[in-house]
């Protein structure tokens, strides 16, 4: 007869048991929250591509502190709607741009909040691509100064650690040199390092404004067939000297969250984008399935995959799970 001294069921007999011997532990520290900051003013608008989330002008900014304190998270990133856009997008790092001036008021309303910023140039380029054109291609080494002007503005505006998204080669190596040169060698870069040609960032180019006029984005993002060549991205990206990578999007990529964490020793982050979140709420709201515990249960996922940090639409109501231990 089979022995049935052995029984795992045993260790799932109660709550209180099953949270003793869990796996995957996770924490509200863990958790960012991308914020999207418009200029303007008077604005505080639903996104309708992201039900739940919001454009908010500088001067609505309280409006986003008072979520973040109400939910105990206290990382964001951010990304910027400029006014104007123009064929170099020059609005990126300007002084007063609008990442620059809501990383100041951030920073007046919410002392302990850690701010991190995307830097890319899709949301102020006029044709919406990643970086400055020659013909309808992207050049990398012109593109690779304007992304270190945007990071050394966004430092100089007081960002705490700024995340290139842009996929052009050596942009780490580049934007490390200017920080280092002007005074900010103490400020982190976390890189999207594979970051792919992906589908599910839908409804955030929707909410950003940063869908490319023309042509697509598969000759700088990666092809979602490649593993090893993320894993090849991660390596160049740890060698240029980033202190965080990341993989983008998440859910469709555990295998590779799985892989670089056993590969790099750098803390790893995973973004659950835009089109993560928008087909959880909207199968929800079709009444299909549980959002709460969709949310939950994408989210350890993610970390059982491997990795220490989540960039989430999400993450307000994930501390709040965290906290009811409901998840974690
Ligand atoms: C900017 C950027 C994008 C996202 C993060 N930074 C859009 C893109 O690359 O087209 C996507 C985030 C999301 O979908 O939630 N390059």
Redesign the pocket.
């Known amino acids: 007869m089979f022995d049935q001294s052995i029984r795992p069921r045993r260790l799932r007999t109660s709550d209180t048991l099953r949270r003793m011997v869990r796996e995957t532990r996770v924490s509200p520290d863990s958790l960012v929250y991308?914020a999207f900051i418009a200029e303007g003013e008077h604005i505080y608008r639903e996104i309708p591509s992201l039900p739940g989330q919001y454009h908010y002008s500088p001067d609505e900014l309280p409006r986003l502190v008072e979520r973040l304190c109400a939910h105990g998270v206290s990382r964001v990133m951010l990304?910027g709607l400029p006014a104007h856009k123009d064929a170099e997008g020059t609005a990126a790092w300007a002084e007063d741009g609008i990442v620059q001036q809501g990383i100041r008021r951030l920073r007046d309303l919410m002392p302990g909040l850690y701010i991190i910023t995307?830097v890319?140039m899709?949301?102020y380029t006029s044709h919406g691509h990643?970086g400055i054109l020659c013909g309808h291609e992207v050049d990398n080494d012109r593109t690779l100064e304007c992304l270190a002007r945007i990071a050394l503005s966004h430092a100089r505006a007081g960002a705490d650690m700024v995340a290139p998204?842009?996929m052009m080669d050596g942009r780490v190596a580049a934007i490390r040199r200017v920080l280092d040169g002007n005074g900010f060698c103490n400020i982190p870069i976390m890189a999207?390092s594979a970051?792919f040609a992906s589908s599910?960032?839908g409804?955030?180019?929707d909410a950003?404004g940063?869908a490319p006029a023309f042509g697509d984005?598969k000759s700088y993002?990666m092809d979602w067939h490649n593993a090893r060549e993320a894993m090849r991205e991660c390596a160049l990206d740890v060698r240029e000297g980033a202190d965080i990578i990341m993989v983008k999007p998440a859910l469709a990529y555990l295998d590779l969250i799985h892989e670089a964490r056993s590969r790099f020793d750098l803390p790893l982050a995973a973004?659950s984008?835009?089109?993560e979140y928008a087909m959880i709420k909207a199968a929800a709201a079709a009444g299909l399935i549980d959002e709460h515990g969709v949310m939950c249960e994408s989210a350890a996922a993610v970390y059982r995959a491997g990795a220490d940090i989540l960039i989430t639409?999400y993450a307000c109501e994930l501390a709040g799970a965290i906290r009811a231990g409901e998840i974690g």
């Open positions: 991308p990304f995307d890319c899709c949301e990643c998204s842009d999207y970051k599910f960032y409804p955030f180019r950003a940063s984005r993002q973004y984008v835009s089109g639409y």
